[in-house]
């Protein structure tokens, strides 16, 4: 192409006269730009070099701030889970005063019914002993009436005096029950409220981290700006090296251009393939192997593009996330690293937990040097908290949700802060 660029002049254009030759420089002239652009080319080097430096700053510094927002996003997945608790103890609660309350109105009919045999057995004057039968009786036939009479007058009262004692065990064990209940209730609420007063402080901690290292990076972006101005400057002060760096954007132009129209089409075969696979009414059920992978793999590559949302993302695709002010307005719609792979593994059947240190847990451990495609990796500084979780599709390459201004993408498996084991589900 080039070559053929170059040889397409008309006729005309080789018809013009040629320019005039450039001034001949003297040998001193010549030794003077050599040393001239030998200093500035160690110059360039200098500022490269402190320009890849920034870069990783500027990477520690989104780290961190995805630690603080992981540990935010957990306890609020606490929180959660202690407020279910106290809601399901109360109901408990609430059910037990219930039975409490009908034990003690059986009570009170128990006790009726029995007062009502004693009342009318005084009011009708029956005498029910053994003497009563005798002399009140006028034959012996009416001697055995009135015995199985005096038979029945005795099992109605001790039926009665049984129903008001079973009625009394029942109070006791309802009043003992809802006791227990009442302390269970309590005992949730106050863990509901320390998770609550936890959940609090975690997210005051990771907006206090956004806004300071919203600074930081707002710092490092200056100082590299600067860089890049005296880089700039340097490049430009000798005309071969300003033609290699035109020539090293055009390059990477060409090179970002091509990018861009893989990942297009990696995105739209991934999701033509994830629509042909998804029967009418919903997701297919648990499916694993190759097919289950390829599904995972094609569901997370159906998102590329899509934008970096904090907390935003759910099995059935992006949503809105955690409000933070400092980029994810409850407007936006999108991914964080762990929604990305709830919705990728959901294609399968699989039901993965929120938050990246959670999702480690899930599956089976297998060592970095054996992973495959549809395997996990996560990421960690230092001792700190797993902060986040990618999905590796193979060749060397994952696909992530990677930080507020970014999109969902696909790179290279990167290995600073790699954890040495990824969890495979399928």
Known sequence: MLVALLGGGTSTALAQPAPPPPPNPSDDELQRSRDSVSGRADEVGRLTTQLAELDTRTDDLQAALAAQRETAEA?????????????????RADAARIATAAASVAIDQARARLDEFVTATYQQGLDIGPLGLLT????????????????????????????????????????????????????REAEARTAKAAADAAFAAAEGAAREQAEQLAAVAATRADVQRRLDAAESADA??????ARFDDWQRRLARE???????????????????????????????????QRVIDRAMSQIGVQYVWGGGTGRGPSTGIPDGLGSPLNLIGFDCSG?????????????????????????????????????????????PIHHVALYIGNGKMIEAPYTGASVRVVPLRTRGLLPEAARVL
Do not use: C, H, W
């Not at 199985?148 to 064990?173: H, P, S, Y």
């Open 340 to 384: 990305l792979m709830l919705y990728a593994f959901s294609g399968a059947g699989v039901s993965l937990p929120r938050v990246s240190r959670n999702q480690y847990n899930v599956g089976r451990k297998v060592p970095i040097s054996e992973i495959r495609p549809g395997d996990m990796v996560f990421y960690q500084n230092g001792s700190a």
């Open 136 to 187: 009140d009786s006028t034959s012996p036939e009416d001697l055995v009436a009135r015995a199985e009479f005096n038979d029945l007058i005795a099992r109605t009262q001790l039926a009665a005096q049984d129903g008001l004692e079973r009625a009394r065990v029942d109070k006791a064990n309802a009043d003992s029950a809802a006791r227990a209940a009442l302390e269970d209730a309590r005992v």
């Open 259 to 293: 990018q861009a129209a893989r990942e297009r089409a990696d995105r739209d075969a991934a999701a033509g393939r994830v629509a042909a696979g998804t029967p009418r009414g919903g997701e297919p059920a648990v499916r694993g192997g190759s097919a289950g992978v």
């Open 75 to 91: 306890a609020l997945v606490d929180l959660q889970v202690a407020q279910d608790a106290a809601t399901a103890a109360a109901r």
């Open 240 to 245: 071969g090296l300003r033609q290699q760096r």
